[in-house]
């Protein structure tokens, strides 16, 4: 991690998705450095895998509490099922938002017919008076807008004269932006958010600093305008919001406001997949939702590390 010209350098580290010998993703936020942008508190980016190779996305049932999740593909497609009773497709170029409020399951896999895998999956943290609320499923397809210097598709929030329909509890950005070669792009921003932009190919400064490949770029507060150049043409994502104003704790699949948030969604969550909870106090029901049969068994939730987990933001 760096910072140069107030551009702070986030460098992924490589994780496996769902498991020790699941597909590996390159991990920028959270870190140590950095555990959110706005109300995003989690980048993975992953691709061009072959899934032929990889085995592609294989994440079966598991939960979230207090989040909402965004899939955006740049080549395949992945198999989305959850418990508000939803099945879709994620395909490339379009969004699917689930918002987990109280709670919700899902899984994901990536269909038989992709042979090419690549995209980013993002979270967002929900603010304290949404943590609550019934789960939901939004699907929308942005427009491709041709920009000075290149293309958007913005599918959270305002850039570029675009608004996306698409509501979300707190101010956020999200867009994806092809630059041509030779392009410079100057995107307009409000000056009390935070940005932050990821390049997934090719080559690009941000204002004026230069970024490897699945870096990320993160921008404070403060600025206006947003500059960006490219020598080859590049692939970037970009993402904002205004800061969210509070401390989370995010472990696993949950985000909570305490320690006692977490224990009590895991233990929850334990108890439902064994078929032994008792109804959620909240919803009567339970708390992750019903499922459809015949799928692959649900991921059990890891032993909680030693201590308390401690809120960050």
Do not use: K
Request: hydrophobic share 40%; glycine share 10%; aromatic share 6%.
């Amino acid at each position: 991690m760096g910072a140069v010209n107030d551009l702070q350098i986030l460098t992924p580290r490589e994780v496996p998705l769902g498991g020790p010998r699941a597909m590996p993703v390159r991990r920028t936020i959270p870190s140590r450095a950095r555990s959110l942008v706005g109300a995003w508190c989690f980048l993975d980016h992953y691709g061009p895998d072959d899934v032929a190779a990889t085995g592609g996305m294989a994440v079966p049932r598991h939960p979230h509490t207090s989040l909402a999740t965004v899939s955006w593909l740049f080549t395949g497609e992945i198999d989305h099922r959850d418990s508000t009773g939803v099945h879709a497709l994620v395909r490339p170029g379009e969004l699917n938002l689930m918002t987990a409020g109280r709670g919700v399951s899902h899984s994901e896999f990536s269909t038989p017919e992709t042979t090419i895998l690549h995209g980013v999956q993002l979270w967002f943290a929900l603010p304290a008076h949404e943590r609550d609320t019934p789960p939901s499923f939004v699907h929308h397809v942005p427009e491709p807008m041709y920009v000075p210097g290149g293309i958007a598709r913005v599918f959270l929030g305002s850039l570029l004269d675009v608004d996306s329909p698409v509501t979300t509890p707190t101010a956020l950005l999200g867009a994806e932006l092809l630059l041509d070669a030779d392009a410079e792009t100057v995107l307009e921003v409000p000056a009390d958010h935070e940005h932050a932009v990821l390049l997934d190919d090719g080559d690009v400064s941000v204002d004026g600093q230069d970024l490897e490949t699945a870096e990320v770029g993160y921008l404070s507060p403060g600025r206006t305008h947003i500059t960006l150049r490219s020598r080859t043409g590049a692939r970037l994502l970009l993402i904002g919001g205004e800061p969210l104003g509070e401390q989370i704790v995010m472990w696993w699949n949950f985000v909570g406001r305490s320690h006692e948030d977490v224990v009590a969604a895991r233990e929850q969550w334990m108890a439902e997949i064994a078929d032994g909870a008792d109804p959620d106090p909240v919803t009567g029901g339970e708390r992750f939702g019903p499922f459809a049969e015949g799928q692959p068994a649900p991921l059990p939730a890891p032993a909680l590390p030693g201590g308390r987990l401690r809120p960050r933001g």
